[in-house]
């Protein structure tokens, strides 16, 4: 019961830093259910589940207040979807360090990214096809689509495979490369999150991943910690945002090394 327990605690803490960022915590939840002796595929499988619960919970915080732009979600997430699935289902035919050390370095240049580029860009006045200008309540930003459809599909097919939910690379996707607000990219991006979870999860179980033992009680706990971790978010500044992601990001891509290492 004390183990159960202290897996709940932590699983908790991390939903309502994740759920703040718009990030589902795959990052983290993996190692934490790898270190209560869960094997790796299993605990993959398990993280999404809990990344579905998370990300559901904050999105229904963000949806109450306005800052999810579904048309935004539903025009970008679909490749990722598709690919998280496939992702998940052949996530058994790659060499696990070669996928780690990959995903290492995305989180490593992804945290410094938003590290050191705090500004919201400007709407640009490009008309050109591929380009969709997007206006939401009192904002106004371009959409490159030759850029954002094929990253957010690779980002699927890497997230659904290891076990996260991509939130890492399209926070500074949606805020450094088509101008979108922090705010309204969190909001956004935990839609998103929630989808591309669930298809990963979907992934696994067809590949034969299935542990229940405790993933409905950690996924309930999650719930909890991504209600109040969106409420906290709307509480944040959004360059407070950007940092705490940033430096949870990097945090992330720590762990990921300390797995290849040990």
Request: net charge positive; proline share 4%.
């Amino acid at each position: 019961m004390a183990h159960i327990l202290v897996v709940s605690a932590v699983i908790f803490l991390l939903a309502i830093v994740m759920s703040m960022t718009g990030r589902g915590g795959g990052n983290f939840y993996v190692p934490v259910l790898l270190i209560a002796g869960i094997p790796v595929h299993e605990a993959s499988t398990i993280s999404q589940l809990i990344l579905v619960a998370t990300a559901t919970a904050a999105m229904v915080v963000f949806q109450k207040n306005k800052t999810v732009d579904w048309k935004l979600a539903l025009l970008i997430d679909p490749p990722t979807d598709i690919m998280a699935f496939i992702g998940g289902y052949y996530a058994h035919q790659f060499l696990d360090t070669h996928v780690k050390l990959l995903l290492t370095g995305l989180l490593v240049l992804s945290s410094f990214l938003m590290l050191y580029h705090v500004n919201e860009r400007s709407p640009g006045d490009t008309r050109k096809f591929g380009f969709w200008r997007r206006t939401y309540g009192n904002y106004t930003y371009t959409i490159n689509l030759w850029t954002v459809i094929p990253i957010t599909a690779a980002t699927g097919f890497v997230a659904g495979m290891v076990g996260i939910s991509g939130g890492s690379f399209k926070i500074p996707l949606m805020v450094l490369a088509c101008g979108v607000p922090m705010r309204i990219a969190v909001g956004t991006s935990s839609a998103m999150v929630a989808a591309t979870a669930l298809m990963g999860f979907f992934g696994h179980l067809a590949g034969g991943d299935l542990y229940t033992g405790s993933a409905i009680p950690l996924a309930a706990v999650a719930c909890v910690g991504g209600i109040l971790g969106g409420k906290f978010s709307l509480k944040t500044s959004p360059k407070n945002l950007k940092h705490l992601f940033a430096y949870s990001t990097l945090a992330a891509a720590i762990v990921v090394f300390l797995k290849i290492l040990y």
